[in-house]
């Protein structure tokens, strides 16, 4: 089975924090995928990543980077935390080509106070 | 940039029933992927249904299968002999080739004994 794995499930950081999210694949996927998750707006795309070291924006990258230093892992960093970043982080994975499912993480929940 | 719009909120069905979920998309290219996912009480997001635009055949899983209008650009999920676990988030997303995947902001869909 396909395994995508982040960090925590639920989170708590103070405002200011600089905090990191890590997601790891075990599928050697080429893509790898930061989603926030709001009620009411759907999943909105963070960043992506199509290999090692390559990263695009996506929909809403401003407060946020992020790190691919090994094909399996994807980390997203929130530089300094926000109120506003209180939300669900999905991560996700998918081969590119014709068999392009992806697949997701459980998603962590993060509260910042 | 490619939107996914899924207009309806929330939708209610008996079970055993058929329900049918819109979804409609907008991109100018002619090769992509549709897909509808599923994100129980648990969170974690399970593809349901997968659809190549170049195929004119709407795809089937067991008691999910889809309408695909290519020229409307319109791809709605339905759900035969509904069950209790249905009950769900149920997102569109649409991926063209080596690209990112947009997701539609979702509909709840309920399914009463």
């Known amino acids: 089975d396909v395994k995508v794995t982040q960090s925590s499930r639920y989170l708590v950081k103070r405002t200011g924090e600089k905090v990191f999210l890590e997601c790891v694949q075990d599928m050697d996927h080429e893509n790898m995928f930061w989603y926030r998750q709001d009620p009411g707006l759907g999943l909105r795309l963070i960043y992506f990543?199509?290999?090692?070291?390559?990263?695009e924006k996506g929909d809403i990258p401003e407060g946020y980077s992020v790190s691919r230093e090994k094909k399996e892992r994807f980390s997203l960093i929130l530089e300094s935390a926000s109120t506003n970043q209180t939300s669900m982080y999905l991560c996700a994975s998918s081969f590119v080509g014709v068999n392009t499912e992806a697949f997701f993480g459980q998603g962590t929940r993060l509260t910042v106070v | 940039a490619q939107t996914v719009t899924q207009s309806q909120p929330e939708m209610s069905v008996q079970e055993a029933e058929t329900v049918t979920l819109s979804c409609t998309y907008d991109t100018s290219e002619s090769n992509y992927y549709l897909f509808w996912y599923k994100q129980p009480p648990s969170r974690q997001m399970i593809l349901v249904i997968r659809?190549?635009?170049?195929?004119?055949q709407n795809a089937t899983e067991n008691r999910f299968s889809v309408n695909f209008q290519k020229a409307a650009k319109s791809f709605s999920l339905k759900i035969s002999d509904s069950q209790l676990g249905d009950t769900a988030m149920y997102f569109c997303?649409?991926?063209?080739?080596?690209?990112?995947?947009?997701f539609g902001k979702g509909i709840t869909l309920s399914v009463r004994p």
């Open positions: 990543s199509y290999d090692v070291k390559m990263k």
């Open positions: 997303a649409f991926m063209k080739l080596h690209s990112k995947l947009t």
């Open positions: 659809q190549e635009a170049y195929k004119q």
